[in-house]
């Protein structure tokens, strides 16, 4: 069964600083999407990022990166010139392409950033 | 506009009780799920479902029960069964597998948070 890990807890970062969110999954498929979720105080949950396993670049959308290392089953997220509004509780997850249709997530870091 | 709607966003339920949860989207998506998320936690997979008339367990479904008799609909029923049901509960959709259309995310609902007293 595929797990997802988030080792992390608790991170912090100072405005304007880069910070980088750790994830390691487990899993037997070759062809599966990994996602970054974040969830503010609305707790509303909101897509960060999707990085699809058959593609070797890592995705990037505009301040937030992924390092995605499918060997290591590693996926973490870059987070550059951080800013308030990123504060947050940040998931991990994983979701196979074929066969089962289970989504599975981490246990979430929360992110504090610091004036 | 396309979106995932739950109700109500605040529920109260007595010991003993049923509880239904609504999940409704206009999306087009076939996969739907059901998220447990107490505080300061995870995510927690209730059940899910891939296509009409058809779900599956997740990892927490003791003491819950789903139907799903329409694509655009998924209720959760809390029952009595369920021995601490108060949490934050989410619903999601998202479009099948396989699909290589790059929308492969799951979209959510603003979460119902169940109480109780």
């Known amino acids: 069964a595929q797990t997802v890990t988030q080792s992390q807890p608790e991170m912090s970062v100072q405005e304007a600083e880069t910070v980088t969110l750790s994830c390691t999954y487990d899993?037997?498929?070759?062809?599966?999407?990994l996602f970054w979720y974040k969830q503010p105080p609305s707790r509303q949950m909101i897509l960060v990022i999707r990085?699809?396993?058959?593609?070797?670049q890592n995705a990037t959308e505009n301040r937030f990166s992924v390092n995605f290392q499918k060997a290591a089953k590693s996926f973490s997220l870059k987070i550059s010139d951080s800013q308030l509004g990123d504060a947050a509780m940040y998931f991990c997850?994983?979701?196979?392409?074929?066969?089962?249709?289970?989504?599975?997530f981490g246990t979430g870091t929360r992110l504090t950033i610091i004036p | 506009d396309g979106g995932i709607t739950q109700s109500p966003k605040y529920l109260f339920r007595k010991e003993g009780q049923n509880v239904t949860l609504s999940c409704e989207q206009n999306?087009?998506?076939?996969?739907m799920y059901w998220y447990r998320q107490d505080p300061g936690q995870g995510l927690r997979l209730i059940y899910y479902?891939?296509?009409?008339?058809?779900?599956q367990k997740g990892d927490i479904a003791e003491g819950y029960s789903v139907s799903r008799e329409k694509k655009e609909s998924f209720p959760l029923t809390v029952t009595s069964a369920q021995k601490n049901p108060t949490a934050f509960y989410l619903c999601a959709s998202s479009l099948p597998r396989g699909q290589n259309t790059g929308n492969t995310e799951a979209f959510f609902g603003q979460g119902t948070r169940l109480t109780v007293v």
């Open positions: 990085q699809e396993a058959y593609k070797q």
């Open positions: 997850a994983y979701r196979a392409n074929f066969g089962n249709e289970k989504l599975t």
């Open positions: 899993t037997s498929e070759s062809d599966y999407y």
């Open positions: 479902s891939q296509i009409v008339n058809d779900f």
């Open positions: 999306l087009n998506h076939d996969a």
